[in-house]
């Protein structure tokens, strides 16, 4: 009965998110981390934050966390009913509209649509990018990397996603063995 | 090798088998790490297998775009349906996702044990501080064009405190705010269609 509920839950809960996902994963992860750590419990803050490393790191979207956690709560099933209902319901939206596109409006107003959801699009990454901050540890360092790791694309916006993400993972690295050894030291 | 498509042509005539559809976008999904695949879904349509104008795939692209849900699941289901119907579509979609999918769930069992590797927990936070920088960047960038004008200033900053400080539900915030965005992005009278 428990796993009946979780199911029923993570299908809630990621429907929503897949119609609502304006630009991509990236919008998803603030109310994604609510829900799983604050309403459900599901994850501690530590976890959803390693998972959002993993996802990172995974080929395919971001939004593949979702399986992640599904598999978490319950295994194949909880993987399977995730990843679809994570995917299915944007997917089944854009394929009505493929559908219809040739029939449908002008040029102009498509540009409105996509002019009028960038501002949404914005706003909801900046929420993802403050609410999973705030779960790491790091502190200031993981700030600090953040900020860098902006700046770093802002300067040679061709650099490679994966080299980034290793460099970001030596230097977390780095810092952690650094902070070991002046322990050690005192 | 395909047949030279004209790239004039609006509506692609072009039909490719389901099997076809799977595997071409089984191996995009595949490799797709780090993000880009979007360049790749060009590289592999327009330039190597001639299945799309390089007008078609920026069309596509566009409307991918606009609509919820990730781009190139979007783009994947949008082309796949242009080249084979509501079955190339979904044909398209399940190449895409069986790599990533497996991949994950592998990940998955694996964490445990990943965990326990001295230092994960340190390289993950790396990982994630960086992959929120990136994050930061696009935000940053969209951020500059909105705050040109009013509306789409308060559209963002509505939906930052909406969904990240208040915790409102997603789709309720996107169901007030985009009407009115959109509403306020329209086109000026003399330059509208029909």
Redesign the interface.
Known sequence: MREDNVLISLVSILVPLSLGAIGGASSIYAPLQHQVVSVHGWLTASDFLDLFAVSRVMPGPGSFIATLIGWRMNGWLGAIIATLSIFLPSSALCLIVAGMWERSLGPSWRKSVEKGLMPIGAGLMFAGVYGVMRLSSGGVFAWILMIIGAASLALRPKFHPLWMLAAGAAASLLWSYAGALLHVGA | MADHVDDRIE?SARRVGLLQLFKVFFKI?????????AGWMHLVMVTQLNWLSEEEFVAGV?????????????I???FG??LGG?TG?LAA?CG??S???F???L???I?HDL?RLP?F????????????????????L??R??IREV???L??????V????L?W???L??LI??PI???????KKA????
Do not use: E, K
């Open positions: 509506t999904g595949a490799t797709s790490l780090g993000g880009g695949s566009a409307i991918a775009q606009v609509l919820p849900g990730v781009n190139t699941t979007n994947t289901v949008y349906h242009r509501w579509a979609l895409f996702l790599g990533p999918f991949v994950a769930v990940t998955a069992v964490y965990l230092g927990d340190a390289a993950m936070l790396g990982v994630a501080s960086v992959a929120l920088g990136m994050v930061l960047r696009v935000a940053l969209s951020a064009r909105c509306v789409p200033t559209v963002m900053l509505s939906a930052f909406s969904v990240g400080v915790h539900p997603l789709a915030t996107i705010l985009a965005s959109i509403f306020a992005a329209r086109p330059a509208r269609d029909a």
